[in-house]
């Protein structure tokens, strides 16, 4: 009996989705390139499920339904594109190619324009929730060829994580690469989260000197409301496990991130749209400068600057850490959203800004109460630009603006380094600021490049240029662009 789907690389992710679309009723086969892997799964964690090991690829190919529909969770780059040639010449037109790994958006625009051109369909599927999403339902994020979405949509839409309403935390992102793209923004979000808490952190400990038992006591509460969410829960478990020998393991970790790149595909997408994703960009260069540990350790020895510790009332601290984390993680959101707005533009994508944050209310790394907010804002206003200008989000911003100013003035104080808190604000203030002092910068620009300007009393799109030295002459470099 030929199963309903494919997939291919049984590393964790792999194995949990696969076990996952077994679990729901679907048949699937499988292939792993260490071919005893797959014999290891089928008579292990796969045994007694309708699960079917193939030993080559062309064993594999002819035992799917038609039209094939094969998920691919290789390593992004490379070895999706030999994959992708290996398949062709085993599949038939109609066929659908699913990349469900982290690939990025332009390598799946082009993806999808060269398998359609082979006659086959392919979809760049965004997959969160790590391995435990994988196996219980992750959240999943599919674009590319819009005809494969009837025949994977049964499946998908079983197997994601559902919202607490019962709907499906997974539906149909947009052509070509804008699955992957909404799968790059969710990350570059989750690296700013995880950035704001840690900041938050950071103050609760260096700052006011709580110990790891009282910060747990502070994250179960605040996950008790407006920022219910998936990494305030997990900050709140790290903070109070303890191993064997009674070690508080958070305190034991080297203080040096990692990260696998997609943060920094979302911040130069950004800067490639001219769109400003401060608060994920200052969340990537955090990760860098936690990096280079040994050189910061002996600045440390060199630069005198002495950490203060708070005096005062840690109740109104606290309070006012609340409400800066709530208002900086709006922010964040805020700027995600300019950039798929950008995003669809450049790429004519017709994206549902509301439903992605319904895709992504459960399931994934980010998935938060917030998101629920979100999704009503864009059902108010489908066309909203910044999530900053809807009428929850303007009242809920502006009744949390003052302890969002106290906090980064307590952390400057006490020397705490607060990048993304900061640059939030900042951004806050410069997008609500009728007038920025770009204008003295277009003025250094034409005085040195002749790179013109346009007036306050003039049309816009009219250009002019002044002859700051009277040695410049009339010539300008017409690179002037907003």
Same mark, same amino acid.
């Given at each position: 009996?030929?199963?309903?789907?494919?997939?291919?690389? +049984?590393?964790?992710?792999?194995?949990?989705?696969?076990?996952?679309?077994?679990?729901?009723?679907?048949?699937?086969?499988?292939?792993?390139?260490?071919?005893?892997?797959?014999?290891?799964?089928?008579?292990?964690?796969?045994?007694?499920?309708?699960?079917?090991?193939?030993?080559?690829?062309?064993?594999? &190919?002819?035992?799917?339904? /038609?039209?094939?529909?094969?998920?691919?969770?290789?390593?992004?780059?490379?070895?999706?594109?030999?994959?992708?040639?290996?398949?062709?010449?085993?599949?038939?037109?109609?066929?659908?190619?699913?990349?469900?790994?982290? !690939?990025?958006?332009?390598?799946? *625009?082009?993806?999808?324009?060269?398998?359609?051109? =082979?006659?086959?369909?392919?979809?760049?599927?965004?997959?969160?929730?790590?391995?435990?999403?994988?196996?219980?339902?992750?959240?999943?994020?599919?674009?590319?060829?819009?005809?494969?979405?009837?025949?994977?949509?049964?499946?998908?839409?079983?197997?994601?994580?559902?919202?607490?309403?019962?709907?499906?935390? $997974?539906?149909?992102?947009?052509?070509?690469? /804008?699955?992957?793209?909404?799968?790059?923004?969710?990350?570059?979000?989750?690296?700013?989260?995880?950035?704001?808490? $840690?900041?938050?952190?950071? &103050?609760?400990?260096?700052?006011?000197?709580?110990?790891?038992?009282?910060?747990? /006591?502070?994250?179960?509460?605040?996950?008790?409301?407006?920022?219910?969410?998936? +990494?305030?829960?997990?900050?709140?478990? *790290?903070?109070?496990? =303890?191993?064997?020998?009674?070690?508080?393991?958070?305190?034991?970790?080297?203080?040096?991130?990692?990260?696998?790149?997609?943060?920094?595909?979302?911040?130069?997408?950004?800067?490639?749209?001219?769109?400003?994703?401060?608060?994920?960009?200052?969340?990537?260069?955090?990760? $860098?400068?936690?990096?280079?540990?040994?050189?910061?350790?002996?600045? !440390?020895?060199?630069?005198?600057?002495?950490?203060?510790?708070?005096?005062?009332?840690?109740? =109104?601290?606290?309070?006012?850490?609340?409400?800066?984390?709530?208002?900086?993680?709006?922010? !964040?959101?805020?700027?995600?959203?300019?950039?798929?707005?950008?995003?669809?533009?450049?790429?004519?994508?017709?994206?549902?800004?509301?439903?992605?944050?319904?895709?992504?209310?459960?399931?994934? *790394? *980010?998935?938060?109460?917030?998101?629920?907010?979100?999704?009503?804002?864009?059902?108010?206003?489908?066309?909203?630009?910044?999530?900053?200008?809807?009428?929850?989000?303007?009242?809920?911003?502006?009744?949390?603006?003052?302890?969002?100013?106290?906090?980064?003035? +307590?952390?400057?104080?006490?020397?705490?380094?607060?990048? $993304?808190?900061?640059?939030?604000?900042?951004?806050?203030?410069?997008?609500?600021?009728?007038?920025?002092? /770009?204008?003295?910068?277009?003025?250094?620009?034409?005085?040195?490049?002749?790179?013109?300007?346009?007036?306050?009393?003039?049309?816009?799109?009219?250009?002019?240029?002044?002859?700051?030295?009277?040695?410049?002459?009339?010539?300008?470099?017409?690179?002037?662009?907003?």
């Amino acid at each position: 009996m030929p199963s309903d789907i494919g997939l291919i690389g +049984l590393a964790v992710m792999g194995e949990n989705l696969a076990l996952n679309i077994a679990n729901h009723g679907f048949s699937i086969s499988v292939f792993n390139r260490t071919t005893v892997k797959v014999d290891e799964f089928v008579a292990g964690r796969a045994q007694g499920k309708p699960v079917t090991g193939a030993h080559t690829l062309q064993e594999f &190919v002819a035992s799917l339904k /038609a039209p094939r529909k094969i998920i691919m969770l290789v390593k992004a780059g490379k070895a999706v594109d030999e994959l992708i040639e290996q398949l062709l010449p085993l599949c038939a037109p109609g066929d659908i190619l699913i990349d469900g790994g982290n !690939s990025l958006f332009t390598d799946t *625009i082009r993806r999808t324009q060269y398998v359609e051109g =082979k006659g086959l369909l392919y979809v760049g599927s965004g997959v969160s929730g790590g391995e435990e999403g994988a196996l219980k339902g992750p959240s999943m994020m599919p674009g590319g060829s819009p005809a494969a979405w009837k025949h994977i949509k049964p499946i998908f839409q079983a197997i994601c994580a559902k919202t607490p309403d019962g709907d499906p935390c $997974c539906d149909w992102i947009g052509e070509n690469g /804008a699955g992957h793209f909404v799968k790059m923004i969710h990350n570059g979000i989750e690296y700013g989260d995880m950035q704001l808490i $840690c900041e938050v952190y950071d &103050v609760m400990k260096r700052g006011l000197g709580m110990t790891n038992a009282e910060m747990h /006591a502070v994250f179960d509460e605040w996950n008790k409301a407006e920022l219910d969410s998936y +990494l305030i829960e997990i900050t709140r478990d *790290i903070l109070g496990y =303890k191993d064997e020998a009674g070690n508080e393991v958070v305190d034991l970790i080297l203080d040096a991130a990692g990260q696998k790149g997609t943060g920094k595909w979302t911040v130069v997408a950004a800067l490639d749209d001219g769109m400003p994703l401060t608060l994920i960009g200052e969340a990537v260069f955090a990760r $860098c400068l936690s990096a280079v540990k040994e050189e910061r350790v002996a600045a !440390s020895q060199e630069i005198k600057g002495k950490v203060g510790t708070f005096k005062g009332d840690r109740a =109104k601290v606290l309070k006012d850490l609340r409400a800066a984390l709530y208002a900086a993680k709006l922010v !964040s959101y805020a700027q995600g959203y300019q950039l798929m707005r950008a995003a669809a533009k450049t790429h004519k994508w017709n994206l549902n800004y509301g439903g992605i944050a319904l895709v992504w209310r459960g399931g994934c *790394i *980010i998935r938060s109460a917030f998101l629920g907010d979100i999704k009503k804002a864009f059902k108010r206003n489908p066309d909203l630009h910044n999530l900053l200008l809807d009428k929850f989000f303007k009242k809920a911003v502006s009744s949390r603006q003052a302890g969002w100013r106290r906090t980064v003035i +307590l952390a400057t104080k006490l020397g705490l380094p607060v990048p $993304c808190m900061s640059s939030a604000l900042s951004y806050f203030d410069g997008y609500r600021s009728e007038r920025l002092p /770009a204008n003295l910068l277009q003025a250094q620009r034409d005085y040195f490049g002749a790179h013109t300007y346009e007036r306050v009393d003039k049309p816009r799109g009219e250009v002019f240029h002044t002859n700051w030295t009277g040695r410049g002459g009339a010539t300008t470099s017409q690179t002037y662009s907003v």
